[in-house]
Every structure is written in structure tokens, then in C-alpha cells.
């Protein structure tokens, strides 16, 4: 009787955990599972979503094959390598040498931390717009700023086919930096004190107590951030929806937003999934490649 009193109250403890999963695993079946068999069924076929599931053509890999002769395509897979290239490094590096500053030589450090980090929780739309007002090649008070320093013809930003892209790329540097830093400054923690005090006995300057003591410690942090920020950055679609829409001349157009427009300005649903599965491969294949590495770099035990 005992046996069978613990176990009916073992199914009902069971029954009663997966009552509860059961919502979250509908949510996970309807929209994530789904989608994704979903978009990657559609990648093999001609479909204008207005015109109903009934126009739907099975194409084969016509669309993977058509990808490879995109110009656009190709051009937005440039500008989006160039934008990782550049935001992915530069922001890290940047973040590790604040969180340092603040960690070390900085009154109110907890003032400069709320500081750094309220534009990564603020609206992305909201600083975009905010950016674009800055940096307007017109009245935006950076350029009013460079004209009183006597630069005749100031870069038109976000409106300039050469400054496009880098103004994005500052602007997203700008918008990361605070969660960056703050991920640092918790690595920084958990460096014993002792190592630096040994290597001051040794007579170790700042900037090779730097190299050979913070940069190997904080490693494993380092490569948590690479990895999510070149999966996040490789996202990026915000930003350029809200400020240059791709423009000027496609200067900004990344692999996303080209996806988005081919999906839902030109009803190309079949070639924007294969767009966003041939995506995916890359990004998981960078990922692959970043894992692989990471053994000869960090260090988990110093």
C-alpha cells in the first residue's frame, strides 16, 4: 500500500510539472518550432504570401543557386562582415579598458556604471532617432560643432555613402559599451588580488600587469562576449530600419534588413527564407570556428 500510495504521488507530482511546462511548450511548438520547420520548408519554393498558400511552388534550390548571383545579396553580406569586424573587437576592447579605469582609478564608480548603461536599456528606436538628429549633415550640432573648428565640409553621416556605414557602426559601438563594461567589471572580481601585489613585488608596470594578468583572467569573459556579440551583431536590423533604410545607395543595407525587405516589400517569401537559412549557416559556422579557437586563447584556471 505504501508502494503504491508514493507511487501515485510520484504521478502526480509528474503530471503537476508537466501541467505546468505545458504552456511554455505550446508557446515553444506555435512560435519558434514552427516557424522555423516552416521557414525552412519555404526556402524550396516560389511563394507571394498575399496571394494565399495555394500559390505556393515547389522550386527546389533554384533559390540557393539565385543567391549566389545577387549582387544585393553580396553586398549586404559585405557590409554586414564590416560592421562585426569593426563593432565586435573595437567595443570589447574599449569595454575592457573602461571597466579597468572605473574598477581602479574612478570616484563614484557605481554613478559611471548607471551612466554607461542606460543606453543599452534604452528604446534602440529612441537613441537611433536621437543619433540621426546628432549627427544630421544640416543642423545636427556635430557638424555645426566641426563648421566653428573650421572644417569647410563635414562628413554628412548617416546621409554619406562613405560615412554611412562607420556612423552606424559608431552608433551601435556607443549603444553596447555600457553592458559591455559592466560584464568586465564583474569579470574583474573574481581576479585575486594577490597576483597583482606579486607582480608589484616583481616590479611589473601597469601596463604589463594589464597584458599578463587581467587580459588572461578576464579571457573567459572575453570569449563570451565575441561570441554573442558577433551572433548579435550579425542581427543588426534595427538601427538601419529606423535610420537609413539600407540607404544611401545600399551603403548601409545588411543581410537582414535585405532579408525583411525581399520578404515583406517584395512578397519573395521562398528566396528570403533561403536568404535566412544559407544566413544561418554562416553565422553558426563563425560560431563553430570562435569555439574551436577559444581553446588556445582562454584561460579558465590562472
Given at each position: 500500500m505504501v508502494k503504491k500510495h508514493q507511487s501515485r504521488a510520484a504521478l502526480r507530482e509528474t503530471l503537476t510539472g508537466y501541467a505546468f511546462l505545458f504552456p511554455m511548450l505550446i508557446n515553444m511548438l506555435v512560435f519558434l518550432i514552427f516557424p522555423i520547420l516552416f521557414s525552412l520548408i519555404m526556402s524550396f519554393t516560389k511563394w507571394d504570401f498575399v496571394q494565399g498558400l495555394e500559390t505556393m511552388k515547389f522550386t527546389g534550390l533554384e533559390n540557393f543557386f539565385r543567391i549566389f548571383k545577387d549582387e544585393w545579396f553580396t553586398a549586404s553580406l559585405k557590409n554586414t562582415v564590416i560592421f562585426t569586424i569593426w563593432t565586435v573587437p573595437v567595443g570589447t576592447a574599449l569595454a575592457l579598458i573602461i571597466a579597468v579605469i572605473i574598477n581602479k582609478y574612478v570616484y563614484f564608480p557605481n554613478f559611471h556604471k548607471?551612466?554607461?548603461?542606460l543606453p543599452y536599456i534604452s528604446s534602440i528606436i529612441a537613441s537611433a532617432v536621437v543619433w540621426a538628429v546628432?549627427?544630421?549633415?544640416t543642423f545636427g550640432p556635430v557638424n555645426e560643432l566641426l563648421k566653428s573648428l573650421?572644417?569647410?565640409?563635414?562628413?554628412?553621416?548617416?546621409?554619406d555613402l562613405k560615412w554611412s556605414l562607420p556612423s552606424v557602426i559608431i552608433f551601435s559601438i556607443w549603444r553596447e559599451l555600457g553592458y559591455l563594461t559592466l560584464v568586465y567589471m564583474a569579470g574583474l572580481k573574481g581576479i585575486p588580488k594577490e597576483l597583482y601585489e606579486a607582480a608589484e613585488i616583481d616590479g611589473a608596470s601597469n601596463i604589463q600587469k594589464f597584458i599578463h594578468i587581467t587580459m588572461p583572467s578576464v579571457s573567459p569573459t572575453t570569449f563570451f562576449l565575441l561570441i554573442t556579440g558577433t551572433i548579435d551583431s550579425f542581427k543588426i536590423f534595427a538601427q538601419v530600419d529606423v535610420i537609413t533604410q539600407g540607404g544611401p545607395g545600399g551603403s548601409t543595407m545588411v543581410v537582414i534588413y535585405y532579408m525583411?525587405?525581399?520578404?515583406?516589400?517584395?512578397?519573395?517569401m521562398g528566396y528570403a527564407g533561403a536568404i535566412t537559412w544559407l544566413f544561418f549557416i554562416m553565422v553558426f559556422t563563425?560560431?563553430?570556428?570562435q569555439w574551436i579557437g577559444q581553446k588556445k586563447w582562454v584561460k579558465y584556471d590562472i
Open positions: 548607471i551612466s554607461l548603461f546628432i549627427l544630421h549633415p573650421g572644417v569647410q565640409n563635414p562628413p554628412k553621416w548617416f546621409g525583411y525587405k525581399r520578404a515583406f516589400q517584395f512578397y519573395e563563425v560560431t563553430i570556428i
